[in-house]
C-alpha cells in the first residue's frame, strides 16, 4: 500500500538560512508526487508535482523539489527562507487508478526566526 | 479563476444540531474530495466523487456523516446529529480528470460543537 512518511513534525530556521524538508514514500510503480503548504486559517495550497522526466522539479515561492528514486525521497527544498514561508508542508502520493485520490504525509510545520 | 468554494467558513452550533457544510468545486473538475483536519488526527479523507457518483466512503467516520454531490457544481457533506468530537476544520478539494492531478483545495470550514 502506498504510504507518505515526514520524518520531520517541527522545524525551526532562521531567516535567509537554507531549508531541506524531507519525505520519503513508499509506491510500487512510478510515483506521482506532490508538495502542498498550509498558512494558517487557509486551505492546502499547491507547491509543485512530479510526474516524470527531471527528477528536478521547480514550484512556485522559489521551492524545489528532487525525485530520487533509489532512496524513494522527494525533498522540498528553497536556498533562502522568508519569514512568510512559517506554514505546514504537506507531501503527497497519487493513487494510480484513484481518480486523483492523494495519500498524505502527516505534514511539516516549518517556523522561521527573524 | 474561482477556486474552491466552500460555506460557510466559520459554523458554531450545540450538540445533537444538524450541521450542512457546502462545497463549489472548480468549474469543469470532475473529482471532489471532502477532507477533516484536527490537531489529534491531522488531515484525515472522509469521502470522494468521481463524476458526481460516490468511489470510496470507508473514511466516513459513522453513521451521522452522510455527502452528498447532487450536481457537477455542487456539494454537501452532513452531521446529524452533530457531536463535540465533531469539531474539526472540514475541507473540500477538486480536481480534474480521473488519473494523477492535483487536487486544489478550498479554504475550509472552521466547525465548532459546544
Known amino acids: 500500500a502506498q504510504s507518505v512518511t515526514q520524518p520531520d513534525i517541527h522545524i525551526t530556521v532562521s531567516e535567509g538560512a537554507s531549508l531541506e524538508l524531507r519525505c520519503n514514500y513508499s509506491?510500487?510503480?512510478?510515483?506521482?508526487l506532490f508538495w502542498y503548504v498550509q498558512s494558517p486559517g487557509q486551505g492546502l495550497q499547491l507547491l509543485l508535482k512530479?510526474?516524470?522526466?527531471?527528477?528536478l522539479v521547480q514550484g512556485i515561492k522559489g521551492f524545489e523539489a528532487e525525485f530520487k528514486r533509489s532512496q524513494s525521497s522527494f525533498n522540498l527544498r528553497k536556498p533562502s527562507v522568508h519569514w512568510s514561508d512559517a506554514a505546514e508542508y504537506f507531501c503527497?502520493?497519487?493513487?494510480?487508478?484513484?481518480?486523483?485520490?492523494?495519500?498524505f504525509g502527516a505534514g511539516t510545520r516549518l517556523a522561521v526566526h527573524p | 479563476d474561482a477556486g474552491v468554494i466552500q460555506s460557510p467558513r466559520h459554523e458554531v452550533t450545540e450538540m445533537g444540531q444538524e450541521v450542512t457544510l457546502r462545497c463549489k468545486p472548480i468549474?469543469?473538475?470532475?473529482?471532489l474530495f471532502w477532507y477533516r483536519q484536527t490537531m489529534m488526527r491531522g488531515l484525515e479523507l472522509l469521502i470522494y466523487?468521481?463524476?458526481?457518483?460516490?468511489?470510496?466512503d470507508s473514511g466516513m467516520p459513522e453513521d451521522r456523516f452522510s455527502a452528498k454531490m447532487p450536481n457537477a457544481s455542487f456539494s454537501t457533506l452532513k452531521i446529524q446529529p452533530s457531536e463535540p468530537r465533531d469539531s474539526a476544520v472540514y475541507f473540500c478539494?477538486?480536481?480534474?480528470?480521473?488519473?494523477?492531478?492535483?487536487?486544489?483545495f478550498g479554504d475550509g470550514t472552521r466547525l465548532s460543537i459546544l
Open positions: 466523487f468521481n463524476n458526481n457518483v460516490p468511489i470510496d
Open positions: 503527497a502520493v497519487g493513487v494510480s487508478g484513484g481518480y486523483n485520490k492523494l495519500i
Open positions: 509506491y510500487g510503480a512510478t510515483p506521482y
Open positions: 468549474s469543469g473538475h470532475n473529482s
Open positions: 478539494a477538486s480536481s480534474q480528470g480521473i488519473s494523477n492531478q492535483p487536487q486544489h
Open positions: 512530479y510526474f516524470s522526466g527531471d527528477t
